[in-house]
């Protein structure tokens, strides 16, 4: 048995998905993301922010591609994280459908 001081495993920190409205508002709403984004980080959280992909509105990347690639990421992730507006937007609530199939958690974020 060796000497020196126990240490606990490296506990690792939660993974969040944030989800919420984007087409059509400016920006994609990409500000809203970014709070979101700075409040998981300043509790421990790490972060999904699809806010960070940037398509332009002529995108070779279709919608169908673009929520494809963000359940992608859902999938690996421990939460959801909702924005508010998420109700109004389809592809939140997709999002939100597959994290309740996952088994996933779900909070509500706001201001």
Not at 23 to 29: E, I, S, V
Not at 33 to 39: D, K, L, N, Q
Not at 40 to 65: Q, R
Request: net charge negative; aromatic share 10%.
């Amino acid at each position: 048995m060796s000497k020196g001081v126990e240490t606990e495993p490296k506990k690792e920190a939660k993974k969040v998905y944030i989800s919420g409205p984007m087409t059509g508002l400016p920006n994609f709403n990409r500000e809203a993301f970014a709070e979101a984004e700075r409040w998981c980080l300043m509790n421990g959280l790490s972060p999904f922010n699809p806010g960070w992909m940037t398509f332009s509105e002529d995108s070779a990347f279709t919608y169908e591609e673009i929520l494809q690639i963000d359940l992608a990421a859902l999938s690996v992730c421990d939460t959801i994280l909702l924005l508010p507006g998420y109700e109004k937007s389809n592809g939140a609530k997709v999002e939100l459908g597959m994290a309740l199939r996952l088994g996933l958690k779900v909070e509500y974020y706001s201001k």
